[in-house]
């Protein structure tokens, strides 16, 4: 079984969008104003964005982007980090891998083995 589709509600739809297209490669192919987006990676992995006033995930809630290479995590986290995110350095943990809060109210991880 592969998961193919997520949804998210999220704060601003629009930030949300643009950090994804921005650091993640995803493309959205699909949008309803302020409030809804669907995106596509290069797998055909469909991730919609859905605006909610008072989102709150659980605090250990989080997606994953795994990476193909250390050296991409660490690119990652450098242009995070230069645009103003606070992200921790990657560390060893299960793989290579850094936290970030996303504009919309969720968190991301960067990963690689």
Known sequence: ???KHLNL???DVEA???????YFDMTCVNSRGKGFAAMFDDDQFVLTLMKGKNVQYPKTFHIG???E???KVDQINKCLKDDGYAVD???ESHGYT?????PGGFTIE???E
């Open 110 to 112: 960067v990963l690689s």
């Open 89 to 91: 350095p990657p560390i």
């Open 9 to 11: 509600t999220v704060t």
């Open 69 to 71: 290479s250390r050296d």
């Open 65 to 67: 982007f795994p990476q």
């Open 1 to 3: 079984m592969i998961l």
């Open 98 to 102: 850094f936290y970030v809060e996303a």
């Open 16 to 22: 949300s969008r643009q950090f994804l297209e921005t």
